[in-house]
């Protein structure tokens, strides 16, 4: 879908954040590790399409990076999404592990040429 709907109209991003250009939490780096809620809460607002791809995506965990990729939307506007997830308890942010200077994370480094590799 791409930015599109299913009619194949084009979808502004601000309009999927609802003009909104910064998110409400600054906890979102390229690799917080994002998990979608199970079960989801049941007294919040119905998502919107958008953050209900988001929360399939999130099934496993998920780096915002690729979050970004596979719908191919800014990082900038899935971050406000993420915190407006994060914000109604449907999803956790799970910083990254501090890698140490001596010996490098050789999993994290993997994860991450993974991901720039979708982009």
Not at 1 to 26: E, I, K
Not at 52 to 77: K, N, Y
């Amino acid at each position: 879908m791409s930015g599109g709907d299913a009619g194949g109209r084009l979808v502004r991003p601000f309009t999927l954040t609802g003009g909104r250009t910064r998110p409400s939490r600054a906890d979102f780096t390229l690799i917080t590790t994002v998990t979608a809620v199970d079960p989801q809460p049941e007294r919040t607002a119905r998502p919107q399409p958008e953050h209900l791809r988001i929360l399939r995506l999130c099934a496993e965990p998920v780096a915002v990076a690729e979050i970004a990729a596979r719908l191919d939307l800014p990082v900038s506007v899935v971050v406000v999404m993420l915190s407006d997830l994060l914000d109604a308890g449907r999803i956790t942010a799970r910083a990254p592990r501090p890698v140490s200077r001596t010996t490098p994370d050789l999993d994290l480094l993997q994860k991450v040429r993974d991901g720039l590799d979708r982009l």
